[in-house]
């Protein structure tokens, strides 16, 4: 398809392009609007002005009546607390550790996201074209045992003291993905139990939050791989050079890795550094990863055919889809 009309935060109209090398897809032409609100989103489909929706929240989907059709996949994208690995508590390895471990994920997935979400405990999703390398999952005991270890020791009111600063932070979240702030909220509660005070707190802005590097730790999310490879991800958020490094995290590994992969051309050599990759988050604990975050599409029953969601959302179009 071809695009004909654009209208900035409205409207994207395609034509069916005849040229193209596979045939001329079924569809004559497609418009896309943009619907903000999810609801409304879903009251369109209801009603027939649109025959298809994309990105519904898992308690709109509840609502949806039997006519419709449901799609959902865990996507590429990933959410995740994002640490300041440069400052007190998360400079210290097995702070982070511990955090990554008193994390419940099934739990937060089913609380927040109906279930419909994939766990992630390391940076990229289970549909990453290369091996998972599965780190840190729920263990509390564990956790407990590390920040022991660490000299966090429980106070009186039932929060860890090292030194005679308490273990409490600021855990940031914005609007821009609803469900990153309920899920800090689930956070807050599991963390409290192994002696955590964390405050949640929403900023419309979270860029400039981060960008300014006074934070403790954030709500954040990530679209893994945009192009299915590892690099992205790993060159972006944990080099020191790259630009989502917002905790200011720093291991010459991980260096040498990425250095690597800008100049290996072989994709058995890319997949094994992608492991080599996860082995040193694994260790390292650069930031907690949560829930791959699920793609729910919906459309009329026997309206739309041949539709395969893709767990990438920058692919949704294709030429298998038809409408009658």
């Given at each position: 398809?071809?695009?004909?009309?654009?209208?900035?935060?409205?409207?994207?109209?395609?034509?069916?392009?005849?040229?193209?090398?596979?045939?001329?897809?079924?569809?004559?032409?497609?418009?896309?609007?943009?619907?903000?609100?999810?609801?409304?989103?879903?009251?369109?489909?209801?009603?027939?002005?649109?025959?298809?929706?994309?990105?519904?929240?898992?308690?709109?989907?509840?609502?949806?009546?039997?006519?419709?059709?449901?799609?959902?996949?865990?996507?590429?994208?990933?959410?995740?607390?994002?640490?300041?690995?440069?400052?007190?508590?998360?400079?210290?390895?097995?702070?982070?550790?511990?955090?990554?471990?008193?994390?419940?994920?099934?739990?937060?997935?089913?609380?927040?996201?109906?279930?419909?979400?994939?766990?992630?405990?390391?940076?990229?999703?289970?549909?990453?074209?290369?091996?998972?390398?599965?780190?840190?999952?729920?263990?509390?005991?564990?956790?407990?045992?590390?920040?022991?270890?660490?000299?966090?020791?429980?106070?009186?009111?039932?929060?860890?003291?090292?030194?005679?600063?308490?273990?409490?932070?600021?855990?940031?979240?914005?609007?821009?993905?609803?469900?990153?702030?309920?899920?800090?909220?689930?956070?807050?509660?599991?963390?409290?139990?192994?002696?955590?005070?964390?405050?949640?707190?929403?900023?419309?802005?979270i860029t400039k939050q981060l960008r300014g590097g006074d934070f403790d730790a954030s709500m954040y999310s990530i679209n893994t791989l945009?192009?299915?490879?590892?690099?992205?991800?790993?060159?972006?958020?944990?080099?020191?050079?790259?630009?989502?490094?917002?905790?200011?995290?720093?291991?010459?590994?991980?260096?040498?890795?990425?250095?690597?992969?800008?100049?290996?051309?072989?994709?058995?050599?890319?997949?094994?550094?992608?492991?080599?990759?996860?082995?040193?988050?694994?260790?390292?604990?650069?930031?907690?990863?949560?829930?791959?975050?699920?793609?729910?599409?919906?459309?009329k029953k026997g309206k739309v055919k041949g539709f395969i969601p893709n767990p990438n959302d920058l692919y949704f179009i294709d030429s298998?889809?038809?409408?009658?």
């Amino acid at each position: 398809y071809r695009p004909v009309r654009f209208e900035t935060d409205n409207l994207l109209e395609l034509e069916a392009f005849r040229e193209h090398w596979g045939g001329p897809p079924p569809i004559a032409r497609i418009s896309i609007r943009l619907v903000p609100d999810a609801n409304a989103r879903a009251l369109a489909l209801q009603s027939g002005d649109v025959d298809m929706v994309f990105g519904l929240p898992p308690e709109t989907v509840k609502g949806l009546p039997a006519d419709i059709e449901r799609a959902v996949v865990p996507s590429t994208r990933v959410h995740l607390v994002l640490l300041n690995t440069t400052r007190p508590p998360f400079n210290e390895p097995r702070v982070r550790e511990a955090t990554a471990l008193a994390v419940d994920r099934a739990a937060l997935n089913r609380a927040v996201l109906d279930g419909l979400g994939a766990v992630v405990t390391n940076a990229f999703p289970p549909s990453a074209p290369f091996e998972i390398v599965p780190a840190q999952d729920t263990d509390a005991a564990r956790a407990r045992q590390l920040l022991d270890e660490a000299g966090w020791r429980v106070g009186p009111d039932g929060v860890r003291v090292k030194d005679g600063k308490r273990l409490a932070f600021t855990l940031y979240s914005y609007p821009g993905r609803a469900e990153l702030t309920p899920m800090a909220v689930v956070i807050q509660s599991q963390l409290k139990a192994l002696g955590y005070d964390i405050q949640v707190q929403q900023v419309q802005d979270i860029t400039k939050q981060l960008r300014g590097g006074d934070f403790d730790a954030s709500m954040y999310s990530i679209n893994t791989l945009p192009t299915g490879d590892p690099l992205y991800l790993l060159g972006y958020s944990l080099s020191r050079s790259g630009g989502l490094n917002y905790g200011g995290y720093s291991n010459p590994q991980m260096e040498a890795v990425v250095e690597q992969l800008r100049f290996e051309l072989d994709p058995n050599r890319r997949a094994q550094l992608a492991k080599q990759a996860q082995e040193i988050i694994k260790a390292d604990v650069p930031n907690v990863y949560l829930v791959a975050a699920p793609l729910v599409f919906a459309y009329k029953k026997g309206k739309v055919k041949g539709f395969i969601p893709n767990p990438n959302d920058l692919y949704f179009i294709d030429s298998s889809i038809s409408v009658e």
